[in-house]
T-cell receptor
Framework: GESVGLHLPTLSVQEGDNSIINCAYS??????FIWYKQESGKGPQFIID?????DKRQGQRVTVLLNKTVKHLSLQIAATQPGDSAVYFC????????????FGTGTLLAVQP | ETGVTQSPTHLIKTRGQQVTLRCSSQ?????VSWYQQALGQGPQFIFQ???????GRGNFPPRFSGLQFPNYSSELNVNALELDDSALYLC??????????????FGPGTRLTVL
C-alpha cells in the first residue's frame, strides 16, 4: 500500500535554532509533495511544496529538500519561533483525475522559549 | 483563514446513529475533498467531489457517502456510526481537478465523537 511519513515523533528545539523535520514516502511514482502545518483545533495549513523534478525549494524561513533516490523529504525551518509550534505533515499528491493527498502521521514541533 | 467553513464544530453521537457534516468551499472552488483524521494521525482521504459527481474514493465503506451541490458546497454522511468513526473530519477545496500541483485549502474540521 501507499504510505508517507513516520509514527508521530516529537522534535523539541530552542527558540532561534533551526529545525529539521524529516519524512519518508513509499510511492516512487509520486511527483508532488507538500508540507502542512496543523495547529491545535485547526485544519492543515499549506507551508511549501515541491515537484519531483526539483531537489530543493525555498520559501520565507522554510526550505524543502527532496531526495528521490532514498524517497526522503525534509522541511527546514530557520530561526524557529514559538509560533512555529505545531504538528507538521508531509503529504504526497497522486497524479490523475483525483489529486488526493496521502499524509503521514506527522511530527510535533515544540519550540522552547 | 482559508475561506473554507465547516459545520458543526463539534458533534457527539451514539453508535448506530447517522450524521451529516457540512462544508462550504472557498469562493470559486469547484472541487471538494473529505478527509478523516484520527487522533495523533495524519488525515486519510475519504472521497472527492467535482461538479456534483464523486471523483475518486479512498478505502472507506459505503456507509460513508457524500453530496456536492450546485454552489459547490458539500455534505459528508456517515450511517451506522461506529466507535472508530470518532475523528476530526476535514474538508478541503481546490480550484481545478486533476492538476497535480493544485493547492487544497482546508477548513477547520468537525470533531465527531461516537459514544
Amino acid at each position: 500500500g501507499e504510505s508517507v511519513g513516520l509514527h508521530l515523533p516529537t522534535l523539541s528545539v530552542q527558540e532561534g535554532d533551526n529545525s529539521i523535520i524529516n519524512c519518508a514516502y513509499s510511492n516512487s511514482a509520486s511527483d508532488y509533495f507538500i508540507w502542512y502545518k496543523q495547529e491545535s483545533g485547526k485544519g492543515p495549513q499549506f507551508i511549501i511544496d515541491i515537484r519531483s523534478n526539483m531537489d530543493k525549494r525555498q520559501g520565507q524561513r522554510v526550505t524543502v529538500l527532496l531526495n528521490k533516490t532514498v524517497k526522503h523529504l525534509s522541511l527546514q525551518i530557520a530561526a524557529t519561533q514559538p509560533g512555529d509550534s505545531a504538528v507538521y505533515f508531509c503529504a504526497e499528491n497522486s497524479s490523475g483525475a483525483t489529486n488526493k493527498l496521502i499524509f503521514g502521521t506527522g511530527t510535533l514541533l515544540a519550540v522552547q522559549p | 483563514e482559508t475561506g473554507v467553513t465547516q459545520s458543526p464544530t463539534h458533534l457527539i453521537k451514539t453508535r448506530g446513529q447517522q450524521v451529516t457534516l457540512r462544508c462550504s468551499s472557498q469562493s470559486g472552488h469547484n472541487t471538494v475533498s473529505w478527509y478523516q483524521q484520527a487522533l495523533g494521525q495524519g488525515p486519510q482521504f475519504i472521497f472527492q467531489y467535482y461538479r456534483e459527481e464523486e471523483n475518486g474514493r479512498g478505502n472507506f465503506p459505503p456507509r460513508f457517502s457524500g453530496l456536492q451541490f450546485p454552489n459547490y458546497s458539500s455534505e459528508l454522511n456517515v450511517n451506522a456510526l461506529e466507535l472508530d468513526d470518532s475523528a476530526l473530519y476535514l474538508c478541503a477545496s481546490s480550484l481545478v481537478r486533476g492538476v497535480v500541483d493544485n493547492e487544497q485549502f482546508f477548513g477547520p474540521g468537525t470533531r465527531l465523537t461516537v459514544l
